[in-house]
């Protein structure tokens, strides 16, 4: 395992390691950067054994992957880092995958404890038989041992609702990567007291000398004592086979998803016909950088005072989460003029709701070029309120969500 995880890591630091387990070394895919409130907070990249511009190729494939992410912000929270994953996982793939992999996803979400800085690489490493291999700066943080997670979140970047369809178009080039891309994601490297600062991650914490008049006289073990016994960590087990990743994209014109009737009161089914938008659903100016409340705000602290994450809370928010964008697609309208025009693109939103489902904000987060799919965006979540209440299995008095709404026209 760990001659494979130098192998990928060459393509990190610029050197190179003949390895006889790999076949063929991973080549550059595809390069993307992703943006929020129009600032760009890191540049993607995919590599895999042979050139793909299908995603589905690359979904079902059995060759090495890798998945890497170069960040160019100033800070990326591991908030914000493991929330990208969660809700990328909730809208790319099935209940029943989510439910499969619940343990999976807590044990990935505690690899990254830290929030990222500026010239930090996160590597995924998909080697097959082996599962998804994480590290950061060349510094192995964990393992989760199953092909098929690696393809869940492998979903989140390439699957039908990714973080924006720019973004998956930049990773499906089939190896064909512009220039100037190419050279600043390549300049993009980590700081060497970086390195030393991941490592400390995973380091038992340093133990506290007792002062001399406290400390307990030293007792001289018999000679006949025994080693204490190593118990062996149990493996982790792969769920299921790889799913083939639900498509909630809006197409014109768009479908209707059958809705699940919410929790206590019933609600009829949404319609066609266009509901009165209500004020509760106004949009707001855009949510604070996340850098600025980081300025404010000990992650540490931070982190102490959140619930732990558990299989259960995770699962039952990825549910929650996947039920409310399925909510919204049923109030979803392709803009007529939109479509004659030929305007496609993507919009996510930032949407926080109270425990009764009334919208509370919503923000732009990424707006496609067209302003007509982006004010209808905004108009489905009007026409939407009141969502689904928030389920007792999820904590908080607010629940804040991203709703990515991807306008296609058929080809």
């Given at each position: 395992?760990?001659?494979?995880?130098?192998?990928?890591?060459?393509?990190?630091?610029?050197?190179?390691?003949?390895?006889?387990?790999?076949?063929?070394?991973?080549?550059?895919?595809?390069?993307?950067?992703?943006?929020?409130?129009?600032?760009?907070?890191?540049?993607?990249?995919?590599?895999?054994?042979?050139?793909?511009?299908?995603?589905?190729?690359?979904?079902?494939?059995?060759?090495?992957?890798?998945?890497?992410?170069?960040?160019?912000?100033?800070?990326?929270?591991?908030?914000?880092?493991?929330?990208?994953?969660?809700?990328?996982?909730?809208?790319?793939?099935?209940?029943?995958?989510?439910?499969?992999?619940?343990?999976?996803?807590?044990?990935?979400?505690?690899?990254?404890?830290?929030?990222?800085?500026?010239?930090?690489?996160?590597?995924?490493?998909?080697?097959?038989?082996?599962?998804?291999?994480?590290?950061?700066?060349?510094?192995?943080?964990?393992?989760?041992?199953?092909?098929?997670?690696?393809?869940?979140?492998?979903?989140?970047?390439?699957?039908?609702?990714?973080?924006?369809?720019?973004?998956?178009?930049?990773?499906?080039?089939?190896?064909?990567?512009?220039?100037?891309?190419?050279?600043?994601?390549?300049?993009?490297?980590?700081?060497?007291?970086?390195?030393?600062?991941?490592?400390?991650?995973?380091?038992?914490?340093?133990?506290?000398?007792?002062?001399?008049?406290?400390?307990?006289?030293?007792?001289?073990?018999?000679?006949?004592?025994?080693?204490?016994?190593?118990?062996?960590?149990?493996?982790?087990?792969?769920a299921a086979p790889t799913p083939t990743p639900a498509a909630p994209q809006i197409e014109a014109p768009p479908p209707r998803p059958q809705q699940a009737a919410p929790a206590p009161a019933p609600r009829p089914e949404p319609t066609p016909a266009p509901v009165r938008a209500r004020p509760a659903a106004t949009a707001v100016a855009p949510p604070p950088d996340e850098e600025i409340i980081d300025d404010l705000i000990d992650e540490d602290e931070l982190e102490d005072s959140e619930e732990a994450l558990t299989a259960e809370s995770l699962l039952s928010r990825q549910l929650y989460h996947s039920k409310l964008k399925r909510w919204t697609y049923g109030y979803l309208k392709y803009p007529a003029r939109a479509q004659k025009r030929g305007q496609q693109g993507s919009v996510r939103l930032s949407v926080s709701i109270d425990r009764q489902g009334n919208v509370k904000t919503v923000a732009a987060v990424q707006e496609s070029r067209y302003s007509l799919l982006n004010r209808e965006a905004l108009g489905a979540v009007e026409r939407a309120t009141p969502f689904p209440p928030v389920p007792d299995e999820v904590k908080g008095e607010e629940f804040t969500f991203s709703l990515p709404i991807v306008f296609r026209l058929p080809d």
């Open positions: 395992m760990m001659i494979r995880l130098r192998r990928f890591a060459c393509l990190i630091f610029g050197f190179s390691l003949i390895s006889p387990l790999l076949q063929a070394a991973p080549q550059l895919n595809g390069i993307a950067t992703h943006q929020e409130l129009g600032k760009e907070r890191f540049i993607a990249a995919l590599y895999s054994e042979s050139a793909h511009d299908d995603p589905m190729a690359l979904l079902r494939s059995t060759e090495p992957r890798r998945m890497e992410l170069k960040v160019t912000t100033q800070r990326l929270s591991a908030r914000r880092l493991n929330n990208m994953w969660i809700e990328g996982m909730a809208i790319n793939n099935s209940a029943t995958s989510l439910e499969a992999h619940a343990e999976n996803m807590v044990k990935f979400a505690g690899f990254v404890k830290k929030r990222l800085v500026a010239g930090d690489v996160l590597a995924i490493d998909g080697v097959p038989g082996q599962g998804a291999l994480v590290s950061v700066n060349g510094v192995e943080l964990g393992s989760v041992e199953s092909d098929t997670f690696f393809n869940m979140l492998l979903a989140t970047w390439i699957g039908p609702v990714p973080l924006s369809s720019d973004f998956r178009s930049g990773l499906l080039l089939a190896g064909r990567i512009p220039g100037d891309l190419l050279g600043r994601y390549t300049a993009i490297t980590p700081e060497p007291s970086r390195i030393d600062e991941i490592a400390a991650w995973s380091a038992p914490p340093p133990e506290t000398a007792l002062p001399a008049a406290e400390a307990p006289a030293a007792v001289e073990a018999p000679a006949e004592q025994a080693p204490a016994a190593t118990v062996a960590a149990a493996p982790v087990i792969a």
